[in-house]
């Protein structure tokens, strides 16, 4: 019987196939190294406010001075360019790298809704036999993050926000090309439903050694339109339970508001426009608690 | 993966890529001690699953384009989604203007306007790192093939 040498005790010929793979992470290490911090907003559960969060986090930053990117995860569901008021313009390109769009206070954003055909194009792929895409699909979209991330001149950034679709699959993905955020946050709603899916990602964010990691109670309650008065929206108030298991704190409790959703919705968050509002007065608390950990990330 | 000569027990390099149609990539190795050669045939759906790497078999000639996985392979992109530049990916590698052709011009203007300006950016660098002057049709096939330009 013919005994073989494995894989890695034949001579390399320069040609192989992790070697480009290896570029592939030179190139996103390098693109990264002018972001100061890197914060990834995720959940585990669909309709929980992710990118309203994202929109209105990175507009509050920006207001405040920083230099901040918004990168829209979701390239099947994008909606934070729109989030952002990002223009559907021609991006300028060169051979090193794609500009940003521009958004409101001056963010810079990338989303697949800036490349896609039509408002409504769904993200297709070309492909020899549409009956396998299944194969490799979800190796095409996690390459179109990677290349979000390695191939958009974003510049120098104080931070970029990378706005996760749900699923615990995706940040787990996300954590493999950002090993070291400088922090997650994971968005919840007080509901049962929502507890048990960001309880999954919860877990996986512990388990990864994450440095910060914080929970983003959204719809937090009913803000009345009129007075401000704050109702219970959901009767389960899981969050708390998600809390106190987790072991992951609270950093915003954001009451729904929606008038807050609408001008959201629109390219116009709120924090912005009217910023002493219940939900977006949580979210600049947030936007100052997220700068105050600059201090100590490296420049 | 590597291959192997079984002669020699030595890694076989690869000398040549080639699009023949339908989908199938053909990649051939040879042996540097013995000579021998052996063509790899990779059908439709095993040429998909490595270019959803953003990776080449037989690695690259000219440098990656940015967003070039998602350029190449998006079904319905904006057709306006980007204004390019002609700058080289890269810039070390310039040795004088490269011009085109009309009948390069006239086919590149058959390529997808989403794409259009990053697949010319290819052809120009491809020609540039090799003291081309000038693009044809001809240097455009012989490019795509070397390159493995599959649907550009």
Redesign the interface.
Known sequence: M?R??T?NQ????????P???A??QE?LKDRLASVRSIWLVGSGKGGVGKSAVTANLAAALAARSFSVGGLDGDVNGPSLARMLGAE???????????APAAGVAGTRVMSMD?????AD?????????AA?GF??QS??EA??V???LS??AWGTLDILLIDLPPGTDKLSRALQLIPEPAGVLLVTTPSEAARAAVARSARLVREAGVRRAGLIVNMAGHACSSCGHVDALFAAAADHRLVQESGMEAWARIPFHAGFATATDAGRPPVLDDPNGPAAAALLALADRVASTLDTEPL | MKFLCLACDQAMEFAERQLPGDGTLAAVFGCPTCGREIAMLANPMETQLVSSLGIKVGGREVPEQPLELVRSSLAEGRPDAFLDDSAPANPSAVQGPVTWSDDAVQRLSHVPTFVRGMVKRIYTDYARERGIERITPEIMDTARTDLGLEGM
Do not use: N
């Open positions: 013919r073989f040498r894989y034949v001579e390399e010929t320069g040609q192989e196939l070697a480009q793979v570029a592939q190139r559907r313009g021609p991006l300028r390109s060169d051979g090193v790298g794609v800036l490349l896609l055909g039509s194009a769904p993200l297709r792929w070309r492909e020899p036999d396998a194969i490799w190796t095409l390459g179109a990677r290349e979000f191939d958009v």
